[in-house]
C-alpha cells in the first residue's frame, strides 16, 4: 500500500515537473529573446562575409528588440567556426552565417566533427556574391592570356592567397589552377580581407575574391582584374571580362550564403529569426548597401528554411564531384 501511494505520488510529481518545464520552455520561447544575441561569422573581420553579416545584424537586431552581436570565428577554411556553432547551445542565442564552403567543406576534409545536413537548424538563405580574379598592382600580364603564359612559365613561384581549405577563395583559386594543370604556391589567410590587404600591399601575387570590397580597388587600378567567375559581365565593372568568355568555359562560382542555427532551436524561435531576416533584406537601406557592393538579395522563397536546405543539398551534390575530380592541391 505505501509502496503504492509512494509510486503514484512519484507520478503526480513528474507530470507536474514535466508540466512545469515545458511551460517554463514554451514561455522561454515567447519571450525570446532577453538578451543579445551571438553571429557567428567563420572568416575574419573586415571580409566580405563578415561585411554581410554585419549589414543585416543590425536590423535584424532592431526586429528582435535585442542587439546581435558579431563574432568573428576564424580558420580551417571556415570549419572551425562551424564546428563551434554546431556544438553551440540549441536556444537561439547562437546564430550562425556561412558562404557556401557550407556545401563544399564535406568533399575536402576527410572527416568533420559536423554534418552540413544534420548539425544545423537553416533560417533562410540570404545573398548571392560574385567573385573576381585579383592580381597584385604590379604583376606584369596585363590579361588573362598574359597571366596564363605567366603562370605556365613561373608555376609555383607565384603565390595565390586564400581563407583556408572550405573557403570560397580557395576553391575558386584551386578549380582555376587545375584548369591550368599549374601548382601554386597557396597561402591561407584567416579571411580575405587580411589576403586583400597583402594584395594591394603586393606581398602576394594572386587572389580569387568576392567583390564585396573589390570594386573600389578594381576602379582605380590599385588591383588588376583578370576575370569574373560569372557568365555574364558585371554591370559595376564591365570592362573586365568573364572567365568563361576568356576560355574557361562555364567558369562560374557564385557565392551563395546562409542563415543557421544550432540543431534543436525551437520552431518559435526559429520562425522569430526568419522574420527579422526577411525584413532586414527587404529593408531599402540593406538593399541599396548590398547593390552597391555586387551583391544579389535572394527571391523571398529562398529566403526560408525549405529554401536553404533544398538549395545547401543541390550544392553539395554539385560540388562533391566537381572537387574530387580536380584533384585540387593543397
Ligand atoms: N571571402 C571569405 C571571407 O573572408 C573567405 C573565403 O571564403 O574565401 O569572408
Same mark, same amino acid.
Given at each position: 500500500?505505501?509502496?503504492?501511494?509512494?509510486?503514484?505520488? %512519484?507520478?503526480?510529481?513528474?507530470?507536474?515537473?514535466?508540466?512545469? +518545464?515545458?511551460?517554463n520552455s514554451a514561455l522561454a520561447q515567447k519571450d525570446w529573446p532577453t538578451k543579445s544575441i551571438t553571429l557567428v561569422v567563420p572568416f575574419a573581420a573586415?571580409?566580405?562575409?563578415?561585411?554581410?553579416?554585419?549589414?543585416?545584424?543590425?536590423?535584424?537586431? /532592431?526586429?528582435?528588440?535585442? @542587439?546581435?552581436?558579431?563574432?568573428?570565428?576564424?580558420?580551417?577554411?571556415?570549419?572551425?567556426?562551424?564546428?563551434?556553432?554546431?556544438?553551440?547551445?540549441?536556444?537561439? !542565442? @547562437?546564430?550562425?552565417?556561412?558562404?557556401?564552403?557550407?556545401?563544399?567543406?564535406?568533399?575536402?576534409? *576527410?572527416? +568533420? =566533427?559536423?554534418? $552540413?545536413?544534420?548539425?544545423?537548424?537553416?533560417?533562410? /538563405?540570404?545573398?548571392?556574391?560574385?567573385?573576381?580574379?585579383?592580381?597584385?598592382?604590379?604583376? =606584369? $600580364?596585363?590579361?588573362?592570356?598574359?597571366?596564363?603564359? !605567366?603562370?605556365?612559365?613561373?608555376?609555383?613561384?607565384?603565390?595565390?592567397?586564400?581563407?583556408?581549405?572550405?573557403?570560397?577563395?580557395? +576553391?575558386?583559386?584551386?578549380?582555376?589552377?587545375?584548369?591550368?594543370?599549374?601548382? +601554386? @604556391?597557396?597561402?591561407?589567410?584567416?579571411?580575405? %580581407?587580411?589576403?586583400?590587404?597583402?594584395?594591394?600591399?603586393?606581398? #602576394? *601575387?594572386?587572389?580569387?575574391?568576392?567583390?564585396?570590397? @573589390?570594386?573600389? !580597388?578594381?576602379? *582605380?587600378?590599385?588591383?588588376?582584374?583578370? %576575370?569574373?567567375?560569372?557568365?555574364?559581365?558585371?554591370?559595376?565593372? =564591365?570592362? #573586365? $571580362?568573364?572567365?568563361?568568355?576568356?576560355?574557361?568555359?562555364?567558369?562560374?562560382?557564385?557565392?551563395?550564403?546562409?542563415?543557421?542555427?544550432?540543431?534543436?532551436?525551437?520552431?518559435?524561435?526559429?520562425?522569430?529569426?526568419?522574420?527579422?531576416? #526577411?525584413?532586414?533584406?527587404?529593408? =531599402?537601406?540593406?538593399?541599396?548597401?548590398?547593390?552597391?557592393?555586387?551583391?544579389?538579395?535572394?527571391?523571398?522563397?529562398?529566403i526560408t528554411a525549405a529554401g536553404l536546405k533544398d538549395h545547401l543539398e543541390a550544392e553539395i551534390n554539385k560540388?562533391?564531384?566537381?572537387?574530387?575530380?580536380?584533384?585540387?592541391?593543397?
Amino acid at each position: 500500500m505505501n509502496i503504492k501511494k509512494s509510486l503514484i505520488s %512519484g507520478i503526480v510529481a513528474s507530470v507536474v515537473t514535466c508540466s512545469l +518545464l515545458f511551460s517554463n520552455s514554451a514561455l522561454a520561447q515567447k519571450d525570446w529573446p532577453t538578451k543579445s544575441i551571438t553571429l557567428v561569422v567563420p572568416f575574419a573581420a573586415g571580409g566580405p562575409t563578415d561585411s554581410v553579416a554585419r549589414l543585416i545584424a543590425v536590423p535584424m537586431g /532592431q526586429t528582435l528588440g535585442q @542587439t546581435i552581436v558579431v563574432e568573428n570565428v576564424n580558420g580551417a577554411g571556415g570549419t572551425i567556426a562551424s564546428t563551434k556553432v554546431a556544438r553551440a547551445a540549441p536556444d537561439g !542565442y @547562437t546564430i550562425y552565417l556561412h558562404h557556401m564552403g557550407m556545401a563544399t567543406a564535406n568533399a575536402l576534409y *576527410d572527416k +568533420l =566533427p559536423y554534418d $552540413p545536413l544534420t548539425s544545423f537548424e537553416y533560417i533562410g /538563405q540570404v545573398a548571392d556574391v560574385p567573385m573576381v580574379l585579383l592580381g597584385k598592382k604590379d604583376l =606584369p $600580364p596585363k590579361n588573362f592570356k598574359e597571366l596564363e603564359a !605567366y603562370i605556365k612559365a613561373n608555376g609555383s613561384k607565384i603565390t595565390m592567397a586564400n581563407a583556408g581549405p572550405g573557403a570560397v577563395s580557395q +576553391l575558386c583559386g584551386l578549380l582555376f589552377q587545375s584548369r591550368l594543370g599549374v601548382k +601554386l @604556391t597557396n597561402i591561407p589567410y584567416k579571411g580575405t %580581407g587580411p589576403a586583400l590587404t597583402d594584395l594591394l600591399g603586393g606581398q #602576394v *601575387d594572386l587572389l580569387c575574391d568576392q567583390t564585396t570590397q @573589390t570594386i573600389p !580597388y578594381i576602379k *582605380d587600378g590599385s588591383v588588376k582584374a583578370y %576575370g569574373t567567375t560569372t557568365l555574364k559581365r558585371l554591370p559595376a565593372i =564591365p570592362n #573586365v $571580362p568573364t572567365l568563361d568568355e576568356q576560355g574557361f568555359k562555364g567558369f562560374e562560382v557564385k557565392v551563395w550564403h546562409g542563415m543557421y542555427a544550432p540543431k534543436g532551436v525551437p520552431k518559435p524561435v526559429l520562425d522569430k529569426l526568419n522574420a527579422a531576416l #526577411v525584413k532586414a533584406l527587404n529593408s =531599402p537601406d540593406v538593399k541599396k548597401r548590398l547593390e552597391d557592393a555586387n551583391i544579389d538579395i535572394v527571391p523571398s522563397k529562398k529566403i526560408t528554411a525549405a529554401g536553404l536546405k533544398d538549395h545547401l543539398e543541390a550544392e553539395i551534390n554539385k560540388w562533391g564531384p566537381v572537387i574530387r575530380k580536380s584533384n585540387i592541391p593543397d
